[in-house]
């Protein structure tokens, strides 16, 4: 039998976000109308909120400086999905690094001689938690602020949120999430 998924919305400065939980944890976290809007989420679920949902209320209530906690995630995916995600829940508040050197760690953890940075960049795509699966600190190596499923402008306004230096990156003028 399937966990029952709980949804809730939290209205944010960077507009709405539909949150989802099961019984382990946070599922999917989503702004209302980005790319892949609520597609892990099934079906059936009931708006209620949870005591996870709270949890992922309070995280997100915590603004311009790093949460002191993460909510319990619960991120459906394959098990190359997962590796790619457990690699962005390390990058550093307010820092960001490539998709190239996501391939790069990939590869070290699977001892494998290379791995595309395309294949790291389809899996930070389908993060079903943004923002605290902080796939916002991925960028392009030479500095571009593309690929962000929530669009570009929430992607610049979560980075200066951290207080990220964004001297050295640039918008392209035509991309995938623009």
Known sequence: MKNMVYTCIYKS???EIL?????IGLTGLWFTGQKYFASTL?????????PVLSETKEWLDVSGKEPAFTPPLHPAGSAFQQSVWQIL????YGQT???GEIARQLAAVKRTPGMSAQAAGGAVGHNAISIIIPCHRVVGSNGSLTGYAGGI???VALLKLEHTDMSHFFIPKKGTAL
């Open 13 to 15: 400065k960077l507009g």
């Open 19 to 23: 949150l989802a939980a099961d019984e």
């Open 42 to 50: 099934p079906d059936e679920h009931i708006p209620r909120e949870t």
């Open 89 to 92: 829940l390390q990058i550093p």
């Open 97 to 99: 690094t490539t998709y």
């Open 153 to 155: 402008e929430k992607k």
